[in-house]
């Protein structure tokens, strides 16, 4: 089956080129805007998923981790009085404008955490150690925004909200959604960002290990008013889901996916129905010599499947290099392993699917029509 499958594929080399290039066009379309759906989605949560070590604890009203009221600082001490909370660590989160010696100006958001542990970032430290934030005026910045922060270097320095600062440090794939991320001490984000001491945007609570979080959260949101607890992966959740919903993203992207799988399947099918108008005569044969429409529709589904496979490989192969590529200008992102399979699915999907024009037209040829 599959030799005489492939003779016919040879056969007719340009409508198999094309059948092959909608099956390639249509999975690389689709995994290429899934992919960029993932750097953003990731962006959006950035805060949160990078630190999933800590209980999050935030004004009640706030489901986006992007958008965090003012709370006191002494609530850190009421929230350290729970059973089970060893440490409660205060994050600040303003914006800053920045200028820079080229003349240059950026806006940015500067995130402030508590030394020495800084809870809340740096993360993904690519050059310096976290603990070079003590200095005076030291701040962290991504090694990617260094075009839209003026082209500063490490050492460089520059004003924020008037204020001089310096970059002591980098990181590296530190992306927030729709903006630059810089770090530093605490007080100085409050500082920068002219936000009184005794106020904070969020606690990051660490707890004793020998209780689940849940019950952590539980005894928070029972017992503090005003405020909500959140587990890392719900608020995680939830900022996505408040981001997606107040945006259109997801309408915007799922669309798009939405008509690479139907142009790979007109395409596709298409071709396939044209090619088995041109051999109609030869199928028709077939059968008039004894094969079936199960037969023949085997013969178009094997076809379809080579298609589907060799798709897949090329189509895959296109994704992945463009995913390295973007990564080179700071635009990370991975396909999970359960995605990788989808896109196979998919692919397979559009090939399969696409043929059924081509199985309906060969199974109505009768063997008469052979040698009229």
Do not use: C
């Not at 003012?70 to 205060?90: C, M």
């Not at 984000?189 to 979080?213: C, D, H, M, T």
Request: proline share 3%.
């Amino acid at each position: 089956m599959l030799k005489i499958a492939l003779k016919f594929i040879l056969y007719d080399k340009p409508k198999s080129i094309g059948a092959l290039a909608g099956t390639i066009i249509s999975i690389f379309l689709i995994g290429q805007n899934i992919g960029i759906f993932i750097f953003l989605t990731n962006s959006m949560s950035a805060l949160v998923r990078n630190n999933a070590d800590y209980i999050w604890v935030v004004d009640s009203k706030t489901t986006n981790v992007n958008s965090l009221s003012l709370l006191d600082t002494r609530l850190g001490h009421e929230l350290e009085s729970i059973k089970g909370v060893k440490k409660a660590y205060p994050l600040v989160i303003t914006g800053g404008s920045a200028r820079f010696p080229n003349g240059k100006s950026a806006a940015l958001t500067l995130i402030g955490s508590q030394a020495p542990a800084f809870a809340g970032g740096p993360w993904n430290v690519f050059i310096g150690q976290k603990g070079l934030l003590l200095q005076e005026g030291a701040i962290f910045t991504d090694f990617f925004d260094s075009k839209i922060l003026g082209d500063v270097a490490l050492g460089d320095y520059f004003e924020i909200n008037g204020k001089k600062v310096f970059v002591a440090g980098q990181t590296r794939g530190v992306r927030s959604f729709g903006g630059v991320y810089a770090f530093t001490t605490l007080e100085r984000a409050r500082y920068l960002g002219k936000v009184s001491p005794y106020k904070a945007n969020a606690f990051l609570i660490e707890w004793n290990p020998s209780i689940q979080p849940e019950e952590i959260t539980a005894r928070i949101n029972s017992g503090i008013a005003g405020v909500r607890a959140w587990e890392s992966k719900e608020f995680t959740y939830q900022t996505i889901l408040t981001v997606v919903k107040s945006s259109g993203i997801a309408i915007s992207f799922g669309t798009i996916i939405l008509f690479a799988l139907i142009a790979g399947l007109v395409i596709i099918g298409l071709t396939l129905y044209s090619a088995a108008i041109d051999r109609i005569r030869d199928y028709g044969t077939l059968k008039a010599i004894g094969a079936t429409n199960s037969y023949i529709r085997r013969l178009i589904l094997t076809q379809a499947l080579v298609f589907g496979l060799a798709g897949f490989v090329i189509g895959y192969l296109f994704i992945q290099g463009f995913r390295v590529g973007i990564a080179n200008a700071g635009t990370i992102f991975s396909y999970p392993w359960w995605l990788q399979i989808i896109f196979f699915v998919l692919t397979l999907l559009i090939s399969l699917g696409g043929s059924l024009f081509a199985i309906r037209r060969v199974a109505s040829v009768e063997p008469a029509q052979v040698f009229r």
